[in-house]
């Protein structure tokens, strides 16, 4: 496997969770998305190789990362303290916030997190989404915990949102967004979490993720990162 | 003189190919022990089993106290409450107690409350002598005492005719005393009894008629001495004296 | 009652039916690849809990407990984040599975050994064989061939938990079918899973009836149906 | 299929984890394990955290980590040969380190256990009948009752469950149901996952009850119609108390089974042991200690319940029926 | 004269607390054939089985062809190369054709090819009459053909001595005949043989000495004539005629 160490090995191994349209989902057997492309674009600018792509449940990618099963993530994963103790993160290459996402013909508007209150809600394991509702909700008090449900896939979350079985899912704008554009869902606020994605990478890999941050504004100084932010988000 | 309490009227039943009663008839009266004997595969457990309809006759009629019971209309289980059968290899309930098995039909079939189903099951264990071992299971009786609650079992139900198949085949040779002595002692008591059975002490001193049966036909028919001294077709003198010998061994 | 994501999508499940077979490939791939790694290990284990003693036996026990005792998902989990045996999770897999199926194997062989005739072996001493001799070329053929009914029936059992390998993301049917539906494409779930359920019902239909054949081929004339 | 074949290495199989639990220590831990357990309970959802906060563990971990680190800096010292200090140092270690963690997995212990033993009650209660269909019964009730049983044994539990929940309208109608989802009564999806395990463990339980049915001689039937009891009255006051004492031995192999099986609920959001392990370990990246902590509930579960099926057997056991375990 | 072919003496065995065989001595010379009879548990298979060491002796020695065999150093699977042994309940191998049971030995003991070992297996099948159910798996046989073919294995291993524990006891009266004509065959063909058996027409007509255990002691041992007209020993002349009124029966 790849060695992204950098001893000379150059092939590397990325991993994703794919379920999270438009960033990374498959079709019709193919992995695609936004971060596919622009991970793929900035290795382009590299001296490393991209050997392919290893699939996981979201939570499982930060063991594997470390595990050296993959050497980066790309996975519309938000930096944040608690994974930056475990692993690195490559400069931010998107800024999301968390959205609230109900059934469009639902009675149900909320318009804060307080209003969430009481209700059934979901999110994805191991995602900001979920730390939104333990930091915010649960531990506060405002929120009973057997009334959050966590979800190894947005999918799942979102497919239980239509079943009625949960009232709220908390979830990446953009993601929230093409969501919204597919299925009978609608996003009630946005919360500010004034989020960053990064790639993940190693503790310790420091001449990998230098090369993916000079990759990284390769692509932005040019012209993909524009293509590629109107080929996956261009249609809302 | 009333009606025969059993009636046999030419009987017949095959399985597949194989005829294995081939009009049989014969009469018992109320009271009557009749022992029947024959080769083995001749047809006796089928007939036995044809009177409580544990199998069904092809054609033929059987009369119990005056009414046909192989109507298709007849209850079958209003006639098994007036038959009581004791099996060969004693088919006793294995996981009740003798009481357990003398009173489950009390108690299930005749709907008694259970305080007087076990008196009267005591009744019953006391009547084959066992009442002592009333709360043993199967498991730990000897053959002879097993033989003995499945004798209670049927008599229990209070029934018009007892049928033995082979009562006392499975048992070891010193063990069939016991149960022969017991179903002297209600041969005694005036029940009426068809028993397939080769013990020739007990068909020769307990028998009103004795009933020879090969391939599914009635050969000889008529009292012990009749039958044992002066048989009159050859089939049974020679089936007869072969019996002897085999027994006189043990 | 809110709208029910049963839109009959026939024609997605179709148009994909390539990928499931692909999916299916990698399911039977990594049956028999767990069941030959609990047979490799599973038939000695068994042995030794029969022939052995001392603490290689209880040893040998002992890994059985555990692993009968724990829950698959636990053992995969445990072995692909925990230990990690391997990158691959496909071996992981192989590894989880036949770790848990030699369990069960060695239980299977062991009731054969032992169902064999002691006569058997004592013949096979008498007539001047060794030990091992006379456990090899007598009790053993005898006691495979016992042992094919219980094998179905782990055979049967490794087959469907290859689903199980979905949480480390090992590209067998169910996951195929998972990503399917979850591709923004189709919300084609119930048709999706219904045809992956057909597919393992197919699986286990024909391996069931296939080791029905083998027992026919195997069995000793005349004699008991293994 | 040999499923005579599978009773009877279910009870070998069983007999295996009765030899470990012939063991003192293997009692002691038991009993240990249940009288924290039900502490806990007591505490947790009865008294509402009056003995300890719901969070926190009974255990102190320092005393551990001191252990740990003093071992560990022992098996440092003796070099090559401290290898075994070096062993117990990491059993403190991972002591301390799961303790912390422990009352949550408690909570995710009762949702397993009520999760088995609804799926195994209720699954009994539909195994009776299609086991007695199968032995006794006509040609039609007989395929309906091989078809049910082929369906779900011959399908991973893993695709029933989420076809249950994702594909059906299950959750909506029990959302709906009066108290499901307030109080102490948990929401549909452990619903879903009960009807699940019912289904699933029917199939299962109705192939060992009905090669115990087969196992019961005719004569026995025989005997119950001569004295006038009907055929189903003859199957349901003889047969049946006898087929399912030998039943026992493959049913407590299904038990344990269920146990095991009882963590793929998970995936439809039960919060049973493994889902609240996972999520443990996906905030903490803690995989290890979790997951051998995890196995080894998981495992004093099994043992509880191979413990509790021999007590059964032998409360119900009768002189010279079936087998008995000793 | 040279040494006897085979020697006990002394012999002691004990099971735990139970003392089965208390100090057994007898000798046989090459083509003799001994007739051990005694009553259930007086340790006839237990003496058998110490000979080719099945079961280990606690003390005294046995000797074959003058070579002491429970030392602790003598090869077991030599010594049972020399000693064949036909058991009561036959113990073919299973999953192995007549032939594969008589050619296992041959192939995995005597390390011989498959062609040679096959050549000679065919010709003990002949010698027992069997050569035409060569093909035959132990299900497919009679009792007596198994018999017949658990002494061809015994025999193909070309051993000193032959052991029969009860070789006709397991089979139906009427097959009993056809392995006691195989074993007189034997006889004649002067194979030396030690039999624990109770068929009496055959230790006549064919036994050199009859050795007659009781509670693990050799009672009586003498030639067939003595033994049953003038027995020594009031022990045997009890024994034996316990024995005659059971197999006239037959
Ligand atoms: N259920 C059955 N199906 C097919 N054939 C049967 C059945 N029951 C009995 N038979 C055949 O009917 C014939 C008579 O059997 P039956 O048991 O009545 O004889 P029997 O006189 O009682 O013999 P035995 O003395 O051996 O008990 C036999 O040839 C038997 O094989
Ligand atoms: N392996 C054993 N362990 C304990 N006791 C044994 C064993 N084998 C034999 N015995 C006991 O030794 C005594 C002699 O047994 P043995 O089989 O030699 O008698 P036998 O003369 O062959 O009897 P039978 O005619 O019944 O075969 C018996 O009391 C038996 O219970
Ligand atoms: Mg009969
Ligand atoms: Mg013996």
Redesign the interface.
């Known amino acids: 496997f790849g060695g992204g160490g950098g001893d000379g090995s150059t092939e590397i191994t990325a991993g994703t969770a794919p379920g999270f349209p438009p960033f990374e989902m498959k079709q019709d057997g193919e992995l695609v998305g936004f971060d596919i492309d622009l991970l793929e674009a900035v290795i382009d600018e590299t001296d490393y190789t991209l050997a392919g792509w290893e699939e996981y449940e979201f939570k499982s990618l930060i063991p594997a990362l470390t595990n050296e099963n993959i050497d980066v993530v790309a996975a519309g994963m938000t930096i944040n303290d608690e994974r930056d103790q475990t692993i690195d993160f490559t400069d931010p290459y998107y800024s999301s916030n968390q959205a609230i996402v109900v059934r469009e013909d639902g009675d149900f508007a909320p318009s804060s997190l307080s209003d969430l209150a009481g209700r059934p809600i979901g999110a994805q394991k191991g995602t900001t989404g979920e730390t939104t509702v333990q930091d915010e909700l649960i531990s506060p008090g405002n929120l009973d915990e057997s009334n959050y449900n966590s979800y190894g896939n947005y999918v799942l979350a979102v497919e239980d949102l239509q079943n009625g079985n949960i009232d709220a899912v908390v979830i990446d704008e953009p993601v929230a967004q093409t969501f919204a554009a597919q299925r009978p869902v609608t996003i009630a606020f946005t919360y500010e979490t004034g989020e960053n994605f990064g790639f993940g990478v190693r503790d310790g890999d420091d001449e990998f993720t230098q090369a993916l941050n000079d990759g990284l504004s390769t692509v932005r100084d040019g012209s993909t990162y524009q293509d590629l932010t109107n080929k996956w988000f261009g249609q809302q | 003189m009333s009606d025969p309490l059993l009636a046999l009227d030419d009987v017949y039943k095959s399985y597949g190919e194989e005829q294995v009663l081939s009009g049989v008839s014969f009469e018992m009266d109320a009271g009557d022990v009749d022992v029947v004997i024959g080769p083995s595969g001749s047809g006796k457990s089928t007939m036995l089993r044809c009177v409580n309809r544990l199998t069904e006759i092809d054609s033929g009629d059987i009369y119990l106290d005056g009414d046909c019971v192989t109507d298709a209309d007849t209850d079958v289980n209003e006639l098994r409450k007036q038959v009581g059968m004791v099996f060969q290899d004693f088919n006793l309930f294995a996981h009740l107690t003798a009481l357990g098995n003398v009173t489950l039909g009390l108690r299930k079939v005749r709907g008694m409350d259970k305080a007087t189903a076990q008196e009267q099951g005591y009744e019953h264990l006391e009547q084959v002598g066992l009442s002592d071992q009333a709360d043993s299971y199967p498991a730990e009786l000897s053959g002879g005492q097993k033989q003995r609650v499945g004798i209670a079992r049927a008599l229990a139900m209070d029934p018009k005719l007892l049928l033995f198949d082979e009562p006392t085949s499975a048992l070891d040779p010193e063990l069939v005393g016991e149960v022969v002595d017991v179903m002297r002692d209600l041969a005694a008591e005036g029940i009426t009894m068809l028993v397939v059975s080769h013990e020739m002490g007990f068909a020769r001193s307990a028998a009103s008629d004795i009933i020879f049966l090969d391939d599914g036909r009635i050969v000889e028919h008529g009292p012990p001495e009749q039958l044992f001294q002066n048989p009159q077709a050859a089939r049974t003198g020679e089936f007869l004296s072969r019996l002897e010998t085999a027994h006189e061994e043990e | 009652?809110?709208?029910?994501?049963?839109q009959s999508d026939w024609a997605f499940v179709i148009e994909?039916l390539?990928?499931l077979l692909?999916g299916t490939g990698v399911t039977v791939a990594l049956t028999a690849a767990s069941i030959l790694l609990g047979f490799l290990l599973g038939f000695p284990a068994g042995a030794v809990e029969v022939y052995g003693r001392g603490p290689l036996k209880r040893a040998v026990?002992?890994a059985?407990?555990?692993l009968?005792?724990?829950?698959?998902?636990?053992?995969i989990?445990?072995l692909?984040?925990?230990?990690?045996v391997s990158?691959s999770?496909f071996v992981t897999a192989t590894i989880a599975l036949g770790l848990r199926s030699a369990a069960?194997q060695s239980?299977?062989f062991?009731?054969a050994l032992?169902s064999v005739?002691e006569?058997?072996l004592?013949?096979?001493?008498?007539?001047?064989?060794?030990r091992f001799?006379a456990i090899r070329?007598?009790v053993v053929?005898?006691a495979l061939?016992r042992s094919?009914?219980?094998f179905?029936?782990e055979f049967?059992i490794v087959l469907?938990?290859?689903?199980?390998a979905?949480?480390?993301?090992l590209?067998e049917l169910?996951t195929?079918g998972?990503?399917?539906?979850?591709?923004?494409?189709s919300?084609a779930?119930?048709e999706i899973?219904?045809t992956?359920?057909l597919i393992?019902?197919v699986l286990?239909?024909v391996t069931?009836r296939s080791l029905d054949r083998l027992d026919d081929h195997f069995s000793?004339?005349?004699?008991?149906r293994a | 299929m040999g499923t005579q074949e599978s009773t009877t290495a279910g009870r070998t199989l069983r007999a295996r984890a009765a030899g470990l639990t012939d063991q003192p220590l293997t009692l002691l831990t038991v009993a240990g394990f249940w009288t924290w357990l039900v502490v806990r309970w007591t505490n947790d959802f009865l008294l509402d955290g009056a003995l300890i906060d719901r969070n926190t563990s009974f255990f102190p971990t320092a005393p551990f980590e001191a252990a740990a680190s003093t071992l560990g800096g022992l098996a440092a010292s003796l070099g090559p040969v401290g290898f075994p200090v070096g062993w117990v140092a990491g059993f403190f270690e991972f002591l301390a380190a799961s303790i912390p963690y422990l009352p949550q997995l408690a909570t995710g212990v009762w949702a397993t256990i009520l999760l088995t033993v609804l799926g195994i009650a209720l699954g009994f209660v539909i195994a009776v009948p299609l086991s007695v269909a199968r032995v006794y019964g006509g040609t039609l009730t007989r395929s309906v009752a091989l078809g049910y049983t082929e369906l779900f044994r011959g399908t991973p539990l893993l695709a029933q469950l989420f076809v249950l929940y994702f594909a059906t309208p299950l959750t909506t109608i029990i959302r709906e149901l009066p108290a499901v989802g307030t109080g102490f009564i948990p929401a549909q999806a452990f619903w879903v996952a009960v009807i699940a395990f019912m289904l699933n463990s029917a199939a299962y339980q109705s192939e060992y009850i009905r090669s115990a049915l087969n196992s019961v001689p005719e004569g026995q039937l025989t005997a119950a119609r001569a004295i006038g009891l009907s055929k189903v009255d003859g199957i349901r006051h003889v047969v049946l108390p006898q087929g399912l004492r030998y039943a026992i031995p493959g049913w407590s192999n299904e038990l344990v089974y269920l146990i095991k099986y009882s963590s793929l609920a998970s995936f439809i959001t039960v919060r049973e042991l493994f889902e609240r392990t996972d999520a443990i370990a996906s905030e903490t990246y803690r995989y290890t200690e979790l997951f051998v902590l995890a196995g080894l509930l998981y495992l004093a579960l099994v043992l509880s319940a191979s413990l509790l099926m021999e007590y059964v057997e032998d409360r119900v056991a009768i002189p010279g029926l079936g087998t008995t375990s000793r």
């Open positions: 009652m809110p709208p029910l994501p049963l994909n390539d990928l692909v026990e002992t059985g407990v555990v009968r005792g724990t829950p698959l998902l636990v053992i989990i445990l692909f984040f925990g230990l990690s990158s999770a069960y239980q299977i062991r009731g032992q005739d006569g058997q004592e013949a096979a001493r008498a007539i001047g064989m060794g001799q070329s007598v053929p005898q061939r094919v009914p219980g179905q029936n049967t469907k938990d290859t689903s199980i979905i949480v480390i993301g590209g169910l195929v998972q990503n399917l539906y979850q591709g923004g494409q919300t779930a119930l899973f219904l992956v359920s393992y019902f286990t239909f069931n000793i004339p005349g004699g008991e």
